[in-house]
Each structure stands twice: as C-alpha cells, then as structure tokens.
Nanobody, 123 residues
C-alpha cells in the first residue's frame, strides 16, 4: 500500500506559478513511477505529467509541455509538479498517483491515488 498526500494548491493569477507537492509513505517509493493528473468540474480526469522511478525520464501532456515540470526526490519520498505560465484552462483538482514499474499516461494503470489539491486560476 502507498499513501499519497498532495499539497500546494491554491488561487493564482493567470501567468503565475504554483508548485504542487506529493508526499508518499508506505511501500518503497522508488519502486513506483509517479504521475500527476487533473480533473476540472464536469470533465474527465486527464493526464498531466509522469516520471519514472529513477526520475530519469518524464512525459507530459501536450497542453502543459514547456510550462510544467515534474520531478521527484526518492530520498524524502516526494514528487513535485512545478507549474508556470498558468492558464485559465489549467484549473481543477490535481491528483498524484503511483504505478508499479513503468510510467503511463493512462489513469487506469495507476494503483494508488492521493485525495487531490485544488488549483484555481484567475484571469
């Protein structure tokens, strides 16, 4: 079992930045690839970014490429999502998720989920 807790969400102006954090506990954190997903009201949960267990490879949704950066620190069991140049289309509840072995852009492949943190962008 992996327990995930997100933090760092809030209200930010368009063009601003936020850094989301996800703290993991339970099984060996470095055994898991990690992903960030988001869900806006009335919409399906969508992939944002993912990172391999080592942090050596990352993957991003086209909508956030060049603006968001995913990273992890296995020494302290943390994964981060640095968000810059935030747009009105970025708001929603952001979730971190853990998946054994290889990373994926499909939410169905992730085994463990946090409770989410709300991101709101004002224009």
């Amino acid at each position: 079992q992996v327990h995930l807790v997100e933090s760092g969400g809030g209200l930010v102006q368009a063009g601003g930045s936020l850094r989301l954090s996800c703290a993991a506990s339970g099984r060996t954190f470095s055994d898991y690839a990690m992903g960030w997903f988001r869900q806006a009201p009335g919409k399906e949960r969508e992939f944002v970014a993912a990172i391999t267990w080592s942090g050596g490879n990352t993957r991003y949704a086209d909508s956030v490429k060049g603006r968001f950066t995913i990273s992890r620190n296995n020494a302290v069991n943390m994964v981060y999502l640095q968000m810059s140049s935030l747009k009105p289309g970025d708001p929603g509840v952001y979730y971190c998720a853990a998946k054994a072995k290889f990373y994926s852009g499909s939410s169905y492949e992730y085994d463990y989920w946090g409770q989410g943190t709300q991101v709101t962008v004002s224009s």
